[in-house]
């Protein structure tokens, strides 16, 4: 299936929030707020220092998402990365989308100088651990903990 990646803008923030919608539906584990969404959103298309979304399009229509986020981390020796969101519709999954979308995300991190490329993935989701096993993730066993500032 021939898929195309176009880089997200300010243009972009409604489709981009209906389809994080559909993943938030998705995922149990992750609550959907509007407004920090499209807070988020435009911070982050404002800023690629940041990091960047693209939307994943199938015949010029998209049928899901991708933000990469930016980091630093002296334990990988530079500039780190983290596929903080991927979304695919449920109508086109399996079919090879996910796997073109990490080659994509890879050749992006090469470009950008990017050392290591993280994600996340819920412990009971072991269909998804067993994909991201499958294009090269390793377990670190190690626990993602998270302390919420300010909220």
Do not use: P
């Not at 979304?53 to 199938?58: E, M, R």
């Not at 990017?114 to 989701?125: G, T």
């Amino acid at each position: 299936m021939q898929i195309n990646f176009k880089s997200a803008d300010n243009n972009d923030i409604e489709l981009l929030l209906n389809l994080m919608q559909k993943l938030y539906a998705v995922d149990n584990s992750l609550t959907f707020n509007t407004v920090l969404a499209r807070q988020a959103l435009i911070q982050l298309l404002s800023d690629e220092s940041l990091g960047r979304i693209w939307l994943i399009q199938y015949q010029n229509q998209a049928i899901g998402y991708v933000i990469l986020t930016l980091s630093y981390s002296l334990e990988y020796g530079g500039r780190d990365a983290f596929i903080d969101e991927i979304y695919i519709d449920s109508a086109f999954q399996g079919q090879g989308i996910g796997k073109q979308t990490i080659k994509f995300l890879e050749e992006v991190c090469i470009s950008l100088n990017v050392k290591a490329l993280h994600l996340e993935v819920e412990r009971e989701n072991t269909s998804a651990q067993g994909f991201y096993r499958q294009v090269g993730f390793t377990d670190h066993n190690r626990y993602l903990m998270t302390k919420y500032l300010n909220k």
